[in-house]
């Protein structure tokens, strides 16, 4: 979607290795948030930001790191890449006004092997 | 946030409208109503929302009935490129923290628009 860029598209790592997936927006929405979606199981929350260096856990945010020192950044890391790891990431961006959807990013798809 | 009800999957012919419903008997009078779409392989979509009165924008419609603890979406005239799965979403929209701006998607519906 115009607005929110995910980066990149498409990895493959090893098991054991560090990732970090990137989400940039240009909307200067002061919400950020990373999903990943797994067969089975739908999306589900990983982290969310609600502020610069405001963060917080999602449902399933074991194994993941997120920094977010600029309003336009939202940066997932995992710190050793595992293979359950190995899903789609969304990144999804809001803002506080009452009436107002999310937007998602196109997607990372990440493969470890 | 209150639990919604959809049915796994949907048939609909292009060019006909395409009803789907959601429940959410347990709604409260502050959550509203959203919808999302999610073609394979792109990330989820809006599409539209609501409190209690019936919506309409460029893609679809919002039917909520009375007592709110259901609704209806409408695409009026689906094509092949409607064929995605759909969430329906009850969350409150107005708070004082981050963490209720909070999305929890469920299986949503598969609506597959046959030629």
């Known amino acids: 979607d115009a607005g929110i860029t995910q980066s990149p598209r498409h990895k493959v790592t090893e098991t054991g290795t560090p990732v970090t997936l990137r989400c940039h927006q240009t909307?200067?929405?002061?919400?950020m948030y990373w999903y990943r979606q797994d067969p089975g199981h739908g999306l589900r929350l990983i982290h969310y930001?609600?502020?610069?260096?405001?963060?917080d856990k999602g449902e399933v945010s074991d194994g993941y790191s997120v920094s977010r020192s600029k309003t336009e950044d939202f940066l997932l890391t995992l710190e050793s890449a595992t293979s359950s790891q190995t899903s789609v990431y969304f990144c999804?961006?809001?803002?506080?006004?009452?009436?107002?959807?999310?937007?998602f990013g196109s997607g990372t798809r990440l493969t470890v092997v | 946030d209150a639990k919604t009800t959809q049915p796994t999957s949907m048939d609909c012919a292009e060019g006909r409208a395409a009803n789907l419903p959601c429940n959410h008997s347990?709604?409260?009078?502050?959550?509203?109503v959203y919808w999302y779409r999610q073609i394979h392989s792109q990330g989820p979509q809006y599409i539209i929302h609501?409190?209690?009165n019936n919506e309409t924008n460029e893609m679809a419609s919002l039917i909520i009935t009375e007592d709110r603890k259901s609704s209806t979406l409408i695409l009026p005239h689906a094509t092949l490129r409607d064929t995605a799965v759909y969430y329906c979403i009850v969350k409150k929209a107005r708070n004082s923290g981050g963490s209720n701006y909070k999305l929890t998607f469920g299986k949503g519906t598969l609506l597959t628009v046959n030629p």
């Open positions: 609501g409190l209690k």
């Open positions: 930001s609600y502020g610069v260096k405001d963060t």
């Open positions: 347990t709604i409260s009078g502050n959550e509203y």
């Open positions: 909307e200067n929405h002061r919400y």
């Open positions: 999804a961006i809001s803002e506080q006004r009452i009436n107002y959807g999310y937007t």
